[in-house]
């Protein structure tokens, strides 16, 4: 079992800069490949950025970034805190929507991690509004 609280979302303008963290509880010392979605009403829920993370640390070159963030978006973590960080810089208005955590105990994040059915562990999103 594993637990996930997201939070850091708010509102900005365009062009500014948002953290957002998922704080990880549970049977952290697992691997599990780890994934932040955004869903905007009435729309799918995207997947932004995966890693595959082993007793909070990251594996080396298992980050993958969704063609629309990448370039802007970071994704990493801190062990001590067993948070996962997701860094948005040069927020668009495209940006806006709800964010979630999702986790997945398996031994590596496959090509198809964009689909959300992969993911049994969520967390309960926070708000990202950016305006023009």
């Known amino acids: 079992q594993v637990q996930l609280v997201e939070s850091g979302g708010g509102s900005v303008q365009a062009g500014r800069s948002l953290t957002l963290s998922c704080e990880i509880s549970g049977h952290t010392e697992k691997g599990y490949c780890l994934a932040w979605f955004r869903q905007d009403p009435g729309k799918e829920r995207e997947g932004v950025a995966t890693?595959?993370?082993?007793?909070?640390?990251?594996?080396?070159?298992?980050?993958v970034y969704a063609d629309s963030v990448s370039g802007r978006f970071t994704i990493s973590t801190d062990n001590a805190k067993n948070t996962l960080y997701l860094r948005l810089n040069s927020l668009k208005p495209e940006d806006t929507a709800m964010y979630y955590c999702?986790?997945?105990?398996?031994?590596?994040?496959?090509?198809?991690?964009?689909?959300?059915?992969?993911?049994?562990?969520w967390g309960q999103g926070t708000q990202v509004t950016v305006s023009s």
């Open positions: 999702a986790a997945s105990p398996r031994s590596w994040c496959p090509s198809s991690w964009a689909d959300s059915r992969l993911f049994s562990y």
């Open positions: 890693v595959y993370v082993v007793g909070g640390i990251i594996r080396s070159g298992t980050t």
